[in-house]
């Protein structure tokens, strides 16, 4: 079975359609479905494009990722039909969560929204995180004391921006400034912007349009890394400290 069966199959089955609702929707026959589900025929370009539209993933994504790694319907539309990748969970089906490397950080902003790029960052396991789509950032600067810089924040991703809670921090990729981290407030309603405030009284407040937010990453939990040398700071060591935040958490967790 090639990918784009494969991916067909599962997408619909995490809707929770059947073959004949799809068909109906895509206006095509039930019997085109189990064909394309099936390997045995390969879909027309116009199908793939009202594939592509219909569960709002590029046609690239459909045709070069395997999507059965992700076990929710977890596909979340950004912006132009740039795509946060779905959950990914290992052999022991434990979620898993991408970490942008300091090095990588600066090319965040170009490469968000690009599958390879995104592939190709390290993946850990942390199963005390609540549920959603999480990513591990670097933080640099000294603007949201006592958090320095080295530190790496672990954020939930935000699908609907109108959910995001004023006073609570954030992870924010914008056009113009890439990745920043800062304590939010939400003037959506009011004026279309987020008030951005650092917890360092020596950085001005200052406010983006929301239209220049690419993502929102909600804080859940942070590592400082203050203790190690910056030749100690690479990935394979930031990944091992992540891992044993886990665990430990892990053990809390059971005698609690």
């Known amino acids: 079975m090639n990918m784009i069966s494969k991916n ?3 997408l619909r089955q995490l809707k929770r359609l059947t073959q ?3 068909a109906n929707d895509l206006k095509v026959t039930r019997s085109r479905i189990s064909s394309y589900e099936e390997g045995r025929s390969a879909p027309t370009i116009e199908f793939l494009i ?3 539209d219909y569960f709002k993933l590029p046609i690239d994504i459909l045709l070069r990722n395997d999507l059965t790694k992700g076990h929710d319907a977890s596909f979340i539309e950004v912006a132009n039909q740039r795509v946060l990748f779905p959950i990914t969970v290992d052999s022991d089906n ?3 969560i991408e970490v942008v490397p300091v090095k990588a950080s600066a090319g965040y902003l170009a490469g968000y929204d ?4 995104i592939e190709q960052l390290q993946k850990i396991k942390l199963p005390f995180l609540p549920t959603g789509k999480h990513r591990a950032f670097p933080i640099k600067g000294d603007s949201m004391l006592p958090m320095k810089s080295g530190a790496y924040v672990i954020g939930r991703f935000v699908e609907n921006r109108l959910d995001i809670v004023s006073g609570r921090t954030y992870v924010l990729i914008t056009k113009h400034e890439g990745m920043v981290y ?3 407030y939400n003037h959506i309603e009011t004026n279309n912007t987020l008030r951005l405030v650092s917890d360092n009284s020596a950085y001005e407040p200052y406010d983006v349009v929301i239209d220049e937010v690419l993502e929102l990453w909600e804080f859940t939990c942070s590592i400082n890394t203050q203790e190690y040398d910056e030749q100690e700071l690479k990935i394979s060591s930031i990944i091992q400290m992540f891992t044993a935040l ?4 892990k053990a809390l967790e059971r005698l609690m």
């Open 8 to 10: 067909l199959k599962h």
């Open 20 to 22: 004949e609702v799809l």
């Open 50 to 52: 009202a594939v592509s």
């Open 94 to 96: 434990e979620d898993l």
């Open 114 to 117: 690009d599958p390879e790029y």
């Open 182 to 184: 800062k304590r939010v």
């Open 246 to 249: 886990g665990v430990e958490l």
